[in-house]
């Protein structure tokens, strides 16, 4: 069975603090992606990593993929308030290109002042 | 813009009855999915469709349907609403072979079954 592990599920942070949220997987797959969902809202995609060792940053979260370890990383780098959300990681079911993903739990990051 | 929506956005209706969540997109997606959000369980897939006409059942189909008559909407349909599909539904879709793969999201339908 196909598992997608976020960790930690919360996290609460001081601004300015720097802190990684994992991701990890059961399957062969060379596809992960991230997605950020505010409160009470639709889900928004961060990032798309496609291939081992792929890297990708925007403002203070870069994302990483090792696809040997089925370990995905989102770094946040001097966090600020507005990073707080959930954040999901999800990988292709069947390791295709259809958007067929399965889902982690999410990790509800809380930052703080 | 392109875009997905989703209606109703918010549905209060009573066991047993059917209820019909709709979702139309104008990305001329080939692919369209729904999950629904359950607050421990993050997203479960219920549906998706590759095409026009191809249905498939996700990881918790039951007491669920959907039907694809044509590229832009994939309704779902609840046959005989429980309390147990309280929850939030998304509709999400995705070009196709060939692409990343990423899935773009409409803005969900908040659903309570009394």
């Known amino acids: ?113 | 813009d392109a875009e997905i929506t989703q209606s109703p956005r918010h549905k209060i209706t009573e066991t047993g009855r059917q209820v019909t969540l709709a979702c139309h997109q104008t990305w001329n997606h080939n692919n369209m999915f729904w999950y629904r959000q359950d607050l421990g369980h993050g997203l479960r897939l219920i549906h998706y469709s590759y095409g026009v006409q191809d249905t498939n059942k996700g990881e918790v189909s039951d007491g669920y349907s959907v039907s694809r008559s044509n590229t832009e909407d994939l309704p779902l349909t609840l046959e005989s609403a429980a309390s147990s599909q309280t929850s939030v539904y998304f509709c999400a879709s995705s070009p196709g072979l060939g692409t990343t793969g990423e899935l773009f999201f409409g803005e969900g339908s908040r659903l309570t079954v009394l």
């Open chain 1, 1 to 113: 069975e196909l598992k997608v592990e976020q960790n930690p599920l919360f996290l609460s942070m001081q601004e300015g603090k720097n802190y990684t949220i994992y991701c990890n997987y059961s399957t062969t797959s060379d596809r992960l992606y991230w997605y950020r969902q505010d409160p009470g809202k639709s889900l928004e995609s961060l990032f798309v990593l496609l291939s081992n060792g792929a890297v990708k940053q925007e403002g203070r979260l870069m994302a990483s993929l090792d696809t040997k370890a089925r370990l995905s990383t989102l770094h946040i780098t001097a966090a600020v308030h507005d990073l707080s959300a959930t954040y999901f990681c999800a990988v292709a079911r069947y390791g295709g290109s259809q958007g067929n993903l399965i889902f982690g739990k999410g990790t509800k990051l809380s930052v703080k002042p």
